[in-house]
């Protein structure tokens, strides 16, 4: 027997949806702002984890042009049906709700197809044994919003030819709890005779909660289940050390095991820094209905799964395996030597529609361009990161400051969003710690620096520290950059950057190394 250790995907991982496709399962989540867009993961064992690529590796795939970090893509769900796979969202700043489809999960994946006459947010796709496809999202109450949340879910018949909803939207749901906010997030299933809607309701935050209903007819009426919400944790105190719990996805595994992904967070003292990460729970029937977690009723440490143990760098079949290691294990500690890669791994974020020449590998390092765009505009800003997974971690960047003009910077940067960041950077040949709240800076320490340079962040709880070349330049608190306090729906990154502030340059930085060790 296997134990899966949640969260199964630590960090910056939302609204996760789950796919079961004979002994494979795949695990899409949202990304917002940051580009390529939704992660997508692999496991045969629900234990091991490999990073398999993004969903959306085109510029064409993914506008994201002036979006706040907290806008862009929301909520995906990944299916598969007859031999191709689908994964449909919402990009809720340029466009509306897309579906893109691929033969072979690992890409490439095509254009979107635009769902011009489906609104709202959140979809979610659904064959019927006849194979009909059908769509099922959230919009306003058409009746018209009462008050903020007052959303329904509805479900319509849609034409994977003219990619199109067929017929009417069915409005089914409003929610469990009279008078709910946002349900939302919703997934359709077909068991024991029942069609089931698995959303959630109460908001992403602490009131988030995982309710179903079903009918015999697809659509509807629907009956709540008498005992929602079958899973949430808000009702078990503000110092409780998970969080938010709801967005559920369900899956089946060949030995008839069923399990849920949910996402929720790991709050330090109410501040949560890493953002909403994935956590996975065994679920049952009892009555024909799913029971979360039997004789628990909430998340647990650990999951037993009853499946064969892989492990996927010992799997020469595997895409780790296959593509020489080059993305790193979610949750690990790693060092890149940028020397010697040819390419980023998988695991990397940028920031919307970043030009072509941003960064290139010579042998000799990565070279980011000092973009015009400040770390703190919603522009694109020349910038390459990975998510923090973990608490306590410090992240480390080895460059050459040689190369900066005039008051053109590069450096380490711990991000929540434009507005809220830790910078430990070099510029005027001067290094700096600089914690930006509300988007004004606050110098925290500084020193000569030049040349060949080294600058780190150390995170140990809610408190950062930042050194230049070994000297350590100050203390500041990681609580600034907690959903709390900056708000939003992303986690913190840790990455490069490289900045002109405001003017167009042809510089480049040479960076050789990036850490990240917890």
């Known amino acids: ?122 979809p979610s796709l659904f064959w019927d044994d006849d194979g ?3 769509y ?43 008078g709910c906010i946002w349900p939302e997030g919703p997934h359709l299933y077909k068991e024991n005779g029942y069609y089931y809607i698995m959303h959630a309701e109460g908001g992403t935050g602490p009131e988030h909660s995982v309710m179903v209903c079903r009918s015999r007819d697809i659509f509807g009426p629907y009956v709540g289940n008498p005992k929602n919400p079958i899973l949430t944790h808000r009702h078990l105190g503000a110092d409780y050390p998970i969080k938010y719990v709801g967005h559920g996805d369900l899956i089946e595994t060949p030995n008839g095991e069923w399990f849920i992904t949910v996402l929720a967070v790991r709050p330090l003292n109410l501040f949560t820094t890493m953002g909403r990460e994935t956590f996975l729970a065994k679920v049952i029937w009892e009555e024909d209905w799913p029971v979360i977690n039997p004789g628990a009723g909430m998340l647990t440490d650990k999951v037993e799964i009853d499946l064969p143990e892989w492990i996927p760098a010992e799997d020469p079949d595997s895409y780790t395996s296959r593509t020489g290691g080059k993305t790193c294990v979610p949750g690990s500690s790693r060092t890149y030597d940028f020397a010697s890669m040819q390419e980023l791994g998988d695991e990397f974020l940028m920031l919307r529609n970043y030009p072509d020449d941003m960064y290139k590998f010579d042998g000799e390092g990565l070279k980011l361009k000092a973009s015009r765009e400040d770390i703190k505009a919603e522009g694109s800003p020349s910038f390459i990161a990975v998510r923090q997974q973990h608490h306590s971690f410090k992240s480390e960047a080895a460059f050459d400051s040689s190369s900066l003009r005039d008051d053109e910077c590069a450096g380490l940067v711990l991000i929540q969003n434009n507005l809220y960041n830790l910078r430990a950077e070099v510029s005027c040949g001067e290094g700096r710690m600089v914690l930006c709240k509300d988007g004004k800076d606050e110098i925290i320490g500084k020193i000569p620096a030049s040349g060949e340079v080294a600058v780190a962040i150390e995170v140990d709880g809610l408190s950062a520290k930042a050194y230049v070349n070994g000297s350590c330049l100050g203390e500041a608190a990681v609580s600034d950059l907690s959903t709390e306090v900056a708000g939003g729906f992303v986690g913190c990154c840790i990455g490069i950057y490289a900045s002109a502030c405001g003017k167009d340059s042809s510089t480049y930085v040479n960076f050789k190394k990036l850490s990240y060790i917890y």
Not at 149 to 156: A, N
Request: with cysteine.
């Open 1 to 122: 027997m296997l134990n899966a250790v949640n969260p199964i995907m630590p960090g910056f991982y939302p609204d996760p949806s789950i796919l079961a496709v004979g002994g494979d399962y795949y695990l899409c989540n949202s990304t917002f702002a940051y580009f390529p867009g939704l992660s997508l993961m692999h496991s045969r064992d629900l234990v091991h984890w490999e990073q398999i690529g993004n969903v959306l590796t085109r510029h064409s795939q993914l506008p994201l042009d002036g979006v706040g970090h907290s806008e862009g893509l929301f909520a995906p769900t990944i299916r598969f049906h007859d031999g191709i796979y689908y994964v449909i969202c919402t990009n809720i700043s340029r466009g509306g709700n897309f579906i893109v489809t691929a033969e072979n999960p690992e890409g490439p994946w095509s254009e979107p197809h635009w769902l011009e006459d489906a609104d709202g947010i959140d």
């Open 132 to 134: 009909k496809c059908y």
């Open 136 to 178: 099922i999202g959230t919009h306003p109450n058409p009746d018209g919003v009462k008050y903020n949340g007052d959303w329904f879910i509805y479900i319509s018949e849609l034409d994977l030819n003219e990619w199109k909803l067929v017929g009417e939207k069915h409005n089914v749901w409003n929610g469990a709890l009279k």
